[in-house]
């Protein structure tokens, strides 16, 4: 049974150029979470998905950043137009239930923007 | 406003004792706490976890306590060993029931270092 999939591991992009950050969840979770840590932080919500819905979306920046979760295929998190900034690990969760679940991390994807 | 803090950057201690992780939180809608460790370019590993309804949760040489009217939860490792070095992080979720949230809410991290 294979854990959270992440890809690309590492993503190297120009200030200004699209990133594209995909997450397949365990297989048998509907429930996906995305967390950016910057350097030296712990851990900080972006924002939660199920199948073609967004849930809560409290963390997500108000623009150019962007979710979704389809109804096949894994879940990708956009973000248009990057700057400096938006350099940090992306990590992608999923869980079975949606309440007081663990939830289950992937390796993360590294984005460094030039 | 950080509702999860973990006051120790880092903590060493020596092979076979105790290691002792400490986070406090503020927002008494949490009900559910985590801990999860970290390696280096890995994904946070869930390690254990305790409801609200319990003070004590035990899973082989990990123990996390919860003290809700300090707002406080420990993680005890025992015996400690070098390849429990890594990164723990405390995370707490606000209940379904209060109209929390499922999002984790992390705290920055405890490097714990067990020296051989």
């Known amino acids: 049974n294979a854990g959270v999939m992440q890809n690309p591991r590492h993503l190297v992009r120009r200030r200004g150029q699209e990133a594209r950050l995909r997450c397949s969840p365990m297989k048998g979770h509907s429930h996906v979470y995305w967390y950016r840590q910057l350097p030296e932080e712990g851990l900080k919500f972006m924002v939660y998905l199920q199948k073609e819905n967004i849930i809560d979306e409290s963390g997500m920046p108000k623009e150019r950043f962007s979710a979704e979760f389809p109804k096949e295929g894994p879940s990708i998190l956009r973000i248009q137009q990057v700057v400096r900034g938006d350099s940090a690990a992306y990590f992608c969760a999923s869980s079975l239930y949606s309440s007081n679940n663990e939830q289950f991390f992937g390796p993360g994807t590294r984005l460094t923007v030039l | 406003d950080q509702q999860v803090k973990q006051n120790s950057p880092s903590l060493s201690v020596q092979e076979g004792r105790i290691s002792i992780l400490n986070c406090d939180y503020t927002?008494?809608?949490?009900?559910?706490f985590l801990w999860y460790k970290k390696y280096p370019a890995e994904g946070p590993t869930f390690l254990i976890s305790i409801s609200s309804i319990k003070d004590k949760n035990e899973d082989g040489r990990f123990t996390v306590f919860l003290n809700k009217s300090a707002k406080h939860l420990s993680l005890h490792i025992v015996p400690s060993q070098p390849g429990d070095s890594a990164v723990y992080f405390c995370a707490a979720v606000g209940g379904m029931r209060t109209g929390g949230s499922e999002k984790l809410v992390f705290g920055k991290g405890t490097k714990l270092t067990v020296n051989p």
């Open positions: 927002n008494s809608m949490f009900d559910y």
